[in-house]
């Protein structure tokens, strides 16, 4: 054999050399990318989105409603002496009986509805917790009265007694003074009218 054929055999197995090489190569990274690809298939899929947080609608605690009776003079009152009526006309010294005008007002939110309603009267000395007469009796009435609504003017009789001398003097009127109706405020029941008694 030449020199020279030796030469391109020799050339020839290089060449051949190379592509296997190269060929090796390819199906290498080809069975790479096989390899990966069923990895990727079985990946976990990325979580969801949380839902979004509706908010609550806040409902409004129910409204208790109670009525609320208050008292106010009308600041007329009418006296009785020997039979004769007469407005703003106070004695000492002989027993009569006073009148004076008042009015009931429901300030809560619920209907009174119809029932006994008791009123107490008294008189008092003017700083002072003395009593020195009363009502002819505490009064007791059936009533009803509507939530923001006002009943009257009424009137209730005062006694003063003959030994009653000249003075300032207090007439209290005190509703549902027996607490027999549940109200907002069990303190605003009562009023208070200064009367002058005069001696003749």
Wanted: aromatic residues 8%; positive net charge; contains cysteine.
């Amino acid at each position: 054999m030449s020199k020279g054929s030796k030469i391109g055999i020799g050339l020839g197995i290089v060449v051949l050399a190379v592509i296997l090489f190269t060929s090796n190569s390819s199906l290498n990274k080809g069975s790479f990318r096989l390899a990966s690809s069923p990895r990727s298939a079985f990946a976990p899929s990325p979580a969801p989105a949380p839902a979004p947080v509706i908010n609550q609608i806040q409902r409004p605690a129910l409204e208790t409603r109670v009525p609320d009776i208050t008292v106010a003079f009308t600041g007329t009152i009418y006296s009785s002496n020997n039979g004769t009526n007469r407005l703003g006309a106070f004695y000492a010294g002989r027993e009569s009986f006073l009148y004076p005008e008042y009015r009931l007002m429901n300030i809560g939110t619920a209907d009174i509805t119809p029932q006994n309603l008791r009123v107490r009267k008294d008189i008092k000395f003017k700083y002072t917790s003395k009593s020195v007469g009363s009502g002819s009796s505490d009064g007791t009435y059936s009533i009803a009265i509507r939530a923001g609504a006002t009943d009257g003017p009424r009137r209730e009789g005062f006694r003063l007694p003959a030994s009653i001398t000249a003075g300032t003097y207090t007439l209290e009127i005190c509703a549902d003074s027996d607490s027999q109706i549940s109200e907002l405020n069990e303190n605003n029941n009562c009023a208070t009218q200064d009367i002058i008694v005069t001696n003749l």
